[in-house]
C-alpha cells in the first residue's frame, strides 16, 4: 500500500467523516482514494476551490460536529495557516496533513523536511501549538492517523500529520487496526446544533475586543498547551544507551541515520538516535539527560537546519550539537551521513 | 388591548454597537423576522464575517460562527455538509464578499451550494474606517480614494449579483435596498424567498441589500438614504437575476 493511501485508509478507519481537498503534488493519492472510498464508508468528500477555501471548510465542518479532516503539502499548507489559527483560537478538533514537499516557494515535489517551522512554530498568527506527529513508517502513519482523531477530540484542538513526499510515495505492508472505526463524535455542548428554542445560543468565535479577556482566553489556551507538553511527548530511542554520537532526526530521514547508526556499529562506533515522534511538544527531555558516553550530538533533516533550533534548546550547550541537512529535495544517503559521524568522532567536526 | 406589533424573538435583548443610521438594523431584523416567521430560528446557523456584522451573533437569536474575513461561504459549505437538515446562512459585507471573498462566494455558487447569503452593500469598509471598497461608486470619496474613487486607476464598481448570477449553479439572486419603508418591505420578501429556496433545497440563494453608511460616508442619517437613492440605485439596479422556475 502506498504511504499517502494508507493514511487515507486509516483515516476512514479513523472514523473520519468529512474530508476537503485541494490537489497539490505530493499528497494527490489522498483526496483521490478519499474521493473513491469515504462516501462508500458513509463519509463527504468535497473538492475545495482552494486550500483557502478548504481549511474554512474544515472549520465549518468541525464545528457543526463531523469528524473532519484536510490534507495539503508545503505550499498548500502555507495557505491554509490563516484557517489554522483560527482552529487554534477556536478549539476545533480536526486533522492536517502535511506531505512535505521542497521549498521555498513553489520550491519542487521532491521530498523535504522544510516545514519543520510551519508544523512546530505555528504558521499562523498569534500564540498558539498545534500537536504534530512525524511517522517515520507507513504502519506509523497509519496509527498516528488514527491517533490523530483521538487526541484532536481529546484535547479540543486541530492536530498535525507530518509526512513527507518519501513517505507518501513509497510502498510497504500495513496492519490496520479496524476496531477503532466505529468511535463516534460525542455531543459536545460547544457544536453548533441550532438551539432548538431549548437553550441559549451558541457561538464560536475568536475575537475579542477586551484585552483583559483576550489575554484570559490565551492563558487557558497556553494552560492546555502545557497538559498536552507533559502528557503527549512522543520519541523513539535507539542504540542509545552507550552512544558517543547521538543522532536526532525524524520521519523517513530518522529510517536513513538508523542504516548509519547501525554501519558506525558495525565499524566499532558507538552512535544511536533519538526519534521524535512528536515535533511539538518536542521530546526535549531525551536531550535533559544525556548518556554520560555522549559527546556530541548531530541533527540531520532534509532541509537546511529547522529541528536544529529545538535540539540546541534541549542539549542547552552541554555538548556540541553539529548539523547535516540536505534540502531542495535531495535525500541524504547512509554512507554520507556515516562520513559525517566519522569525522566528528575523530574531533574534525568542520 | 391586543398586540399589533412585537419585537421579533429573533433578535436577542442586546443594544447593538452599529452607528446612528445604519441600515445593519435593519437587515438584522429582515432577517431574524423572517427566520423567526419560517421556524428556523432554533434550527439555524450563522455564518459572522468580518466587518462592522462581526459581531452580528450578539444582536440574532440563533447559533453562530465567526469567519475570517472573506471565508463565510467556505465555512458556511462545510456546516451545511455536515448537517445539511440545518438552515445555514452567512451575513456579509461588500468589503467582505466582493474583495477578500470573492473566490468563496463564486465558488459557493459555483457547487450550487444550497445556503442563503445575506450581503450588505454600502460601497465602502465601514468598520476599518470608510476606505474604498470594490463597490465604492466612481466619484465617491472614502479615506483611500481621497479625491474619489478614479475608475481609470481603480476601475469601476463591482456588480456582485449580476456576476453572481451568470454562474450556472446559482438559484436565486436579488438585489433590494433599505433605504425606504416601501423598499424594506420588498427587501423582507427576498430575504423570505431566500430562505424558503433553501428550504426547498433549490441551492444557492443570494440577496443583496443596498445599505448606508452615514459614518464612513460624512453624511447625516437623513442625507444617507437619499444619497443611496441617488447615487446608489441608478448604478445597482434592483430586481431579481436570477430565480428557480416555480419561486
Known amino acids: ?350 | 388591548m391586543s398586540v399589533i406589533f412585537s419585537k421579533t424573538s429573533g433578535l436577542t435583548e442586546t443594544a447593538t454597537h452599529y452607528c446612528p443610521g445604519c441600515t445593519h438594523g435593519i437587515a438584522h431584523r429582515l432577517v431574524a423576522e423572517v427566520l423567526e416567521e419560517l421556524g428556523l430560528l432554533g434550527e439555524t446557523i450563522g455564518c459572522a464575517s468580518v466587518g462592522c456584522s462581526i459581531l452580528s451573533y450578539n444582536y440574532l437569536n440563533v447559533d453562530m460562527i465567526e469567519c475570517s474575513h472573506g471565508r463565510a461561504p467556505a465555512v458556511a459549505t462545510g456546516i451545511k455538509r455536515t448537517v445539511p437538515e440545518k438552515t445555514v446562512f452567512t451575513y456579509q459585507g461588500d468589503g467582505d464578499l466582493a474583495s477578500i471573498g470573492t473566490a468563496e462566494i463564486v465558488h459557493a455558487a459555483h457547487r450550487g451550494e444550497n445556503i442563503t447569503v445575506i450581503f450588505v452593500n454600502n460601497a465602502i469598509y465601514g468598520m476599518t474606517g470608510g476606505q474604498m471598497a470594490p463597490t465604492t461608486l466612481a466619484g465617491q470619496k472614502t479615506t483611500t480614494a481621497p479625491e474619489g474613487r478614479q475608475p481609470e486607476f481603480s476601475g469601476l464598481p463591482l456588480k456582485m449579483s449580476e456576476m453572481l448570477a451568470q454562474v450556472p449553479s446559482a438559484s436565486y439572486v436579488e438585489r433590494v435596498s433599505l433605504h425606504h419603508p416601501k423598499y424594506i418591505r420588498k427587501a423582507k420578501k427576498a430575504v423570505l424567498r431566500a430562505f424558503t429556496c433553501q428550504m426547498e433545497h433549490r441551492g444557492f440563494s443570494l440577496v443583496e441589500l443596498l445599505s448606508t453608511c452615514p459614518t464612513g460616508w460624512g453624511l447625516d442619517p437623513i442625507d444617507s438614504l437619499e444619497w443611496l437613492e441617488a447615487n446608489m440605485i441608478p448604478y445597482y439596479p434592483l430586481g431579481v437575476f436570477r430565480a428557480p422556475e416555480e419561486v
Open chain 1, 1 to 350: 500500500m502506498k504511504g499517502n493511501e494508507a493514511l487515507a485508509l486509516a483515516a476512514i478507519h479513523g472514523g473520519c467523516t468529512h474530508f476537503f481537498g485541494y490537489p497539490i503534488t505530493p499528497q494527490n493519492e489522498i483526496p483521490e482514494f478519499l474521493a473513491r472510498e469515504l462516501p462508500k464508508a458513509g463519509g463527504l468528500f468535497l473538492q475545495a476551490e482552494s486550500e483557502i477555501a478548504a481549511v474554512n471548510m474544515l472549520y465549518g465542518a468541525a464545528a457543526a460536529g463531523a469528524r473532519a479532516m484536510i490534507s495539503s503539502s508545503s505550499p498548500g499548507l502555507a495557505l491554509m495557516q490563516e484557517g489554522i489559527s483560527m482552529l487554534a483560537a477556536t478549539e476545533i478538533p480536526c486533522v492536517i496533513v502535511n506531505v512535505m514537499r521542497g521549498g521555498p516557494g513553489l520550491g519542487g515535489i521532491q521530498p523535504a523536511q522544510s516545514d519543520y517551522f510551519q508544523m512546530t512554530r505555528g504558521g499562523g498568527n498569534g500564540d498558539y501549538r498545534i500537536i504534530s506527529l512525524a511517522p517515520a513508517t507507513l504502519q506509523e502513519s497509519a496509527e498516528m492517523m488514527q491517533e490523530a482523531f483521538a487526541l484532536a477530540q481529546k484535547y479540543r484542538t486541530p492536530v498535525f500529520i507530518v509526512s513527507d513526499g518519501m513517505l507518501g510515495q513509497m510502498m510497504e505492508p500495513v496492519e490496520l487496526n479496524k476496531s477503532r472505526s466505529k468511535e463516534r463524535v460525542a455531543e459536545q455542548p460547544w457544536i453548533l446544533t441550532g438551539h432548538h428554542n431549548n437553550r441559549s445560543p451558541r457561538t464560536i468565535k475568536s475575537l475579542r475586543l477586551d484585552p483583559a479577556e483576550l489575554e484570559i482566553h490565551n492563558l487557558r489556551l497556553q494552560e492546555k498547551y502545557k497538559r498536552i507538553s507533559q502528557a503527549e511527548v512522543r520519541f523513539e530511542a535507539y542504540r542509545e544507551v552507550d552512544a558517543e554520537l547521538l543522532f536526532c532526526a525524524f520521519g523517513s530521514t530518522a529510517r536513513i541515520v538508523k542504516n548509519s547508526v547501525d554501519d558506525l556499529h558495525q565499524k566499532g562506533y558507538r552512535a544511536g538516535l533519538i526519534r521524535p515522534q512528536t515535533l511539538w511538544p518536542f521530546p526535549a527531555l531525551a536531550f535533559r539527560s544525556l548518556p554520560k558516553s555522549c559527546r556530541s550530538v548531530i541533527c540531520v533533516e532534509m532541509n537546511c537546519g529547522q529541528m536544529l533550533d529545538d535540539v540546541k534548546l534541549a542539549v542547552e550547550g552541554r555538548v556540541p550539537v553539529h548539523f547535516y541537512g540536505r534540502c531542495g529535495g535531495m535525500i541524504p544517503e547512509p554512507e554520507e551521513l556515516t562520513a559525517r559521524a566519522l569525522d566528528i568522532l575523530s574531533g574534525d567536526s568542520q
